[in-house]
Structures are given as C-alpha cells and as structure tokens.
C-alpha cells in the first residue's frame, strides 16, 4: 500500500540515530529495555559496513504541511538459509511508531521485504513474535503465515553472551 505521504526506501547511515529511538521505543513496549546494549554506532557499522550482517528498509511520511519525510518505521532482516528449502529472509524486526500504526503501513514495509526476497530466490521468510503481542499476531495471521510452536512445537533457543563464552571456552 503506498500513497504519496508514505513511501517506502532502503535505510541510510543517517536515519542510524532515528532507528536507535525506534528500536529503543520496541524494547520498551516488549518490556526488554533493560537487555538492550546496542548503540546507534553498532547499528551503523552493522548495517552498512562492507561486512554488513543485516540490511534495513525504513517507511516514511511526509506531512502535507512539511516538506521533508521523516521516518516513522523499519523492518531490519538478514539473509540466511535453511537445509530444507535454502536460502530464506529473517526478519529480526517490525515496528511502526504509534501515531501511525493501523494505516497498512506495517504490512507494507513487511511486503516490501518479501518481495525483495522472492526476487533473491528466497523460499521463506521467517521471524518471532511474543505470544502477548495480539496486533502483531493478526497481522502475522492475516498474510497466513504459520505459528511453527503450535504446529511443530518449535522453540527458540538462545545463548546469551556470558552462557555463550562459557559453551566457546568450554
Ligand atoms: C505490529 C505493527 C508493526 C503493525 O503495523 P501497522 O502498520 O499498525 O499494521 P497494519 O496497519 O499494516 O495492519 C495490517 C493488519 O494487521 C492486523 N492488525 C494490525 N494492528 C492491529 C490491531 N491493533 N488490532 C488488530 N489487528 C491489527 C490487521 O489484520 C491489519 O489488517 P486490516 O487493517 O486489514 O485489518 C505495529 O503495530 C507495531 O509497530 N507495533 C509495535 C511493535 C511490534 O509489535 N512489532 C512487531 C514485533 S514482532
């Protein structure tokens, strides 16, 4: 969905500082603010340096009394690959800031990273989501994706970095 205030671009170094408030913001509505150690020169260096490990799609709106358009969303994904089907997208991050949410606009960002994804050859695209977070999951619901705990009793596992080093140096 796309109408000429809202428009839809790959991220720039520049909207770092704007992403880092976003991301911020997400922390805070899921309730993990504490756990967040990133900062806004990680981001950059993560998503832009020739080495990058994720890409990054940001939504924006230009108000018809301003000129400029701010951003007011990203979708953060990276490429990875699955035995059974091959290369596939995941998507690490979804988030539309509140006064614009319920416009379509989440569904489009998200769109949008399939279809680059499907011009890439991917064969899936993957994410999670907290099982509280009901809009999330009727967005998620309406594009008839499949919640893999319930029909597979899938769970996702993490090291967090002092369980990490300690099963490295082990
Ligand atoms: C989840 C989020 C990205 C959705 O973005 P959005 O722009 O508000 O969603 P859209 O307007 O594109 O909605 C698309 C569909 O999602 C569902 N949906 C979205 N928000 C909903 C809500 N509050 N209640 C019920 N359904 C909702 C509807 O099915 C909707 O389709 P419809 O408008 O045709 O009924 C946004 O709410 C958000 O940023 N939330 C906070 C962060 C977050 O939860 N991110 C996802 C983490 S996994």
Same mark, same amino acid.
């Given at each position: 969905?796309?109408?000429?205030?809202?428009?839809?671009?790959?991220?720039?170094?520049?909207?770092?500082?704007?992403?880092?408030?976003?991301?911020?913001?997400?922390?805070?509505?899921?309730?993990?603010?504490?756990?967040?150690?990133?900062?806004?020169?990680?981001?950059?260096?993560?998503?832009?340096?020739?080495?990058?490990?994720?890409?990054?799609?940001?939504?924006?709106?230009?108000?018809?009394?301003?000129?400029?358009?701010?951003?007011?969303?990203?979708?953060?994904?990276? =490429? $990875?690959? @699955?035995? !059974? *089907?091959?290369?596939?997208?995941?998507? /690490?991050?979804?988030?539309?800031?509140?006064?614009?949410?319920?416009?379509? =606009? $989440?569904? @489009?960002? !998200? *769109?949008?990273?399939?279809?680059?994804? /499907?011009?890439?050859?991917?064969?899936?695209?993957?994410?999670?989501?907290?099982?509280?977070?009901?809009?999330?999951?009727?967005?998620?619901?309406?594009?008839?994706?499949?919640?893999?705990?319930?029909?597979?009793?899938?769970?996702?596992?993490?090291?967090?970095?002092?369980?990490?080093?300690?099963?490295?140096?082990?």
């Amino acid at each position: 969905m796309e109408n000429v205030c809202f428009s839809i671009r790959d991220a720039k170094p520049d909207d770092c500082p704007i992403l880092m408030k976003m991301i911020t913001e997400l922390t805070v509505f899921e309730g993990t603010e504490k756990e967040l150690e990133n900062t806004t020169e990680r981001l950059q260096k993560d998503i832009f340096e020739p080495e990058k490990m994720a890409s990054c799609l940001v939504a924006t709106y230009k108000r018809p009394e301003n000129d400029k358009s701010e951003v007011i969303g990203y979708c953060l994904f990276y =490429y $990875g690959y @699955s035995i !059974m *089907k091959g290369k596939l997208v995941y998507m /690490v991050n979804l988030y539309i800031t509140e006064e614009f949410r319920g416009r379509g =606009y $989440g569904r @489009s960002l !998200m *769109k949008k990273v399939a279809q680059d994804a /499907v011009g890439k050859g991917c064969q899936r695209m993957q994410w999670t989501v907290l099982g509280w977070n009901q809009p999330a999951i009727k967005l998620y619901q309406s594009i008839n994706s499949i919640d893999l705990t319930a029909t597979r009793n899938c769970h996702v596992h993490t090291l967090y970095k002092e369980q990490l080093v300690q099963f490295a140096n082990s």
